[in-house]
């Protein structure tokens, strides 16, 4: 039986057209038809947060105060210690992902020229890590909002710094991620990797890019298996949209304000599907081989302490 009285949580998602329509049968939205929710979640009142990823990576890492949170997966492995890693609403790319673009048509020894500037979107973005692992050598970059990442590459590099931060100065490359990874080719950019499909080869398994994660404290705060149940609620929340996707897309538009329907309908189906719903052993181990090669090269913890936590029956 519900609790008279519902648990509030937080739920920090980036503000991009997955998450959105992956969470917005939660309700708790600014949007006439999406303020309550139209899930049963248990007698939980969720608060959403939408950030930027980095910001919530940044969040997690300074504060840990959301409930729940959208993480990169390589900023999960710093935060294990707070947070565990629920075994649905992962964004994994398989054989598919973020892509590395330039302004002229370039190899991936390009990139490794001195003197060259990419563009991330994140130092713990699972995409600036799976990047390093691709080319091998530390790299220059300039980190930037990942929206301001196709006009910079587009403006070419008129800054070469190493490590900096912000919007100005352009970049010779940049690592795109959300629905820019479909609509490079409109801003007139050309692709010189994509790192799903890197990752593939070297692997044969999925990119792990981002992570769904709730905080260790949530049974000791509301009682035994609040966790469990709560993962239950995030999974029945992504299976509701899968089966209601108009009504999700109408949504997610307003999270894309510079893509078409078309655009965010095919970005969706890449990063919600079944390995949204349930991770399962493959999407486990590709979380953790891509989390041991990052480890391997002193970019992250190991991810020995990782804990996922199911839905419990009921």
Not at 27 to 42: A, L, M, V
């Amino acid at each position: 039986m519900n609790p008279a009285k519902p648990i509030e949580l937080t739920i920090g998602h980036s503000p991009d057209a997955d998450d959105a329509f992956m969470w917005w049968p939660l309700g708790g939205y600014d949007k006439p038809g999406y303020e309550t929710p139209s899930i049963d979640t248990e007698g939980f009142k969720f608060t959403p947060v939408a950030l930027d990823i980095e910001e919530l990576n940044s969040r997690a890492a300074a504060t840990g105060d959301l409930d729940i949170t959208a993480l990169s997966m390589h900023s999960l492995a710093h935060v294990t210690h707070r947070y565990m890693l629920t075994s649905c609403g992962w964004s994994m790319g398989d054989g598919y992902g973020p892509k590395v673009v330039s302004r002229e048509p370039h190899d991936i020894d390009w990139l490794r020229e001195p003197g060259r500037v990419i563009a991330i979107p994140g130092q713990r973005t699972s995409a600036y890590l799976a990047t390093r692992l691709m080319l091998g050598d530390p790299f220059q970059y300039r980190v930037m909002r990942f929206d301001k990442i196709m006009q910079a590459v587009a403006n070419g590099n008129t800054a070469k710094t190493q490590g900096g931060v912000g919007d100005s100065g352009g970049a010779d490359a940049g690592v795109i991620i959300h629905d820019g990874q479909i609509s490079y080719r409109d801003a007139g950019l050309h692709l010189i990797a994509d790192l799903g499909q890197w990752w593939k080869e070297q692997t044969d398994l999925p990119l792990p890019l981002g992570a769904n994660a709730v905080r260790k404290d949530l049974d000791a705060r509301y009682g035994g298996g609040t966790a469990g149940r709560v993962t239950r609620v995030l999974k029945r929340s992504i299976e509701h949209a899968m089966s209601h996707r108009e009504r999700g897309l109408d949504f997610a538009m307003d999270y894309a304000p510079d893509a078409d329907r078309k655009t965010v309908d095919r970005f969706v189906a890449m990063y919600v599907n079944a390995l949204t719903l349930d991770g399962g052993e493959q999407g486990e181990r590709a979380v953790r081989r891509f989390l041991d090669a990052g480890a391997n090269a002193g970019f992250c913890p190991s991810p020995e302490s990782l804990e996922v936590i199911r839905p419990s029956n009921g």
